[in-house]
């Protein structure tokens, strides 16, 4: 069976940057299982798989622009430190979810200073050209329960 929209795939896969540093494999762990087709993955790495059949490899680059975007100064900002209410000793690398004009939003600690605390709501991967090693390890027709759930589920279903 070949991968297209609404396929559960069980992929092993290795990430590193355009420098070729590592960033995440699932080699030496368990594999990734997810829904095809329904945004589950990074645009490009998806329209890379597609068509792709259990046994197959592939080494995919992935622009920016189809990973986790271009990286927008606008969402790197200056908070007030009182905004962060009775949470003490903020260092670089603490994550927050931010209520924003969009919603709530991801943010990223980058630096505390005297007063105010810079924050960054950019995916910590964004701007970057990603490069994948991939080999898919299962295709197989998706549920019923997973297509309305939006997931794979394990062996014994979600719990829902």
């Known amino acids: 069976m070949k991968i297209t929209k609404h396929a559960a795939v069980t992929i092993h896969y290795r ?65 007030p430190i009182d905004a962060f209410g009775d949470v003490e000793d903020i260092v670089p690398g603490m994550r927050f979810i931010a209520e924003t004009e969009m919603g709530q939003r991801p943010v990223q600690v980058m630096e505390v200073k005297d007063d105010v605390v810079v924050v960054d709501g950019n995916h910590p991967l964004a701007g970057q050209a990603l490069n994948f090693s991939i080999e898919v390890l299962d295709v197989r027709e998706a549920t019923e329960e997973e297509l309305a759930h939006g997931h794979v589920h394990a062996a014994g279903g979600c719990g829902h």
């Open 15 to 79: 990430l590193s940057d355009q420098q070729g540093l590592l960033i995440e494999s699932s080699f030496d762990g368990e594999p990734m299982v997810y829904l095809h087709g329904t945004g589950n993955l990074i645009p490009g790495l998806e329209a890379e798989l597609e068509d792709k059949m259990i046994g197959d490899k592939l080494e995919a680059n992935i622009p920016a622009e189809q990973a986790y975007g271009l990286y927008h100064d606008g969402l790197k900002q200056e908070v």
